[in-house]
């Protein structure tokens, strides 16, 4: 997969999974446009990609994707910096509250919402109308939104998360078909378990002490029943996801789009959505 001297916009790059998305894409010659609502986690991940990767041209915007002028300004940055925009991960987003259906709060399902499905798609609008500006037809260009098995199977005491997922496969499926005209590929990622790590053992004490009678109240419990239900009987991996992404951002997928990947404990499968 070759994305030498592409320029790549990474949303929430200060977490787990944007910032080493940000390594990975910057040891392939990639050029990062990082966007992140904390300033203070995205200068690390500045600091870890030059560290990791000396000479890699990183650009870091903060950025609210809920707010559409603010995602404008820092996409019209990121073409005057690298002149083009080629492909674009749109990863940020927020869990909410781990807490069952009749005790959640409305406030916090909105946030969810708001962040998770019309800040993605204020991010993929603005990219998706400078990748149609630029008018190069011969080119595909590549969007892959990071979507859950949650959306696929509806995850206990997580209604606001699990609502928001499901509406990001249907956005990009959606999508897909309106901007497939323009050379524009619009494709989702749906990572499962991932871990080990502290957000996986964090959501397992989360699911423990939630009240619901989907899960033990012993959080070392909660992880080994989740991960005998994973066909390999693992975890999967932060990397996992990521080369998940790569390909689907990459020209050896130039056929694909309106395409879930669900990566699910070493078993990466294809669902059309």
């Known amino acids: 997969m070759n994305f030498q001297d592409k320029t790549i916009i990474i949303t929430g790059a200060g977490g787990n999974f944007g910032r080493d998305g940000c390594i990975y894409f910057a040891k392939q010659g990639a050029k990062i446009a990082a966007f992140e609502v904390n300033a203070e986690t995205l200068e690390e991940t500045a600091k870890l990609v030059k560290e990791q990767v000396p000479g890699a041209k990183i650009l870091c915007q903060p950025c609210n994707v809920t707010d559409a002028a603010n995602v404008k300004a820092a996409v019209d940055a990121v073409v005057a910096e690298f002149k083009t925009i080629d492909m674009c991960w749109n990863n940020a987003g927020y869990q909410g509250h781990i807490t069952p259906t009749l005790q959640y709060d409305p406030v916090d399902f909105a946030r969810v919402m708001n962040i998770n499905v019309t800040g993605m798609f204020i991010v993929l609008q603005a990219v998706a109308k400078k990748m149609e500006a630029q008018g190069k037809r011969d080119t595909t260009y590549s969007i892959v939104n990071t979507a859950s098995v949650a959306g696929l199977h509806g995850t206990p005491a997580m209604v606001a ?14 999508c897909s078909k309106d901007l497939a005209p323009y050379g524009i590929r619009v494709n989702a990622i749906s990572p499962a378990l991932i871990g080990p790590g502290f957000m996986w053992d964090r959501q397992n004490e989360l699911h423990a002490s939630s009240g619901s009678p989907y899960y033990s109240r012993d959080p070392e419990t909660v992880a080994k029943n989740k991960v005998n239900d994973v066909p390999m009987k693992r975890l999967g991996t932060i990397q996992e996801v990521i080369q998940s992404v790569a390909f689907l951002l990459s020209d050896q997928s130039s056929y694909t789009t309106g395409t879930n990947l669900v990566v699910d404990g070493g078993v990466i499968s294809g669902l059309k959505c």
């Open 161 to 174: 998360y699990s609502s928001s997922k499901a509406a990001v496969l249907a956005m990009t499926v959606s």
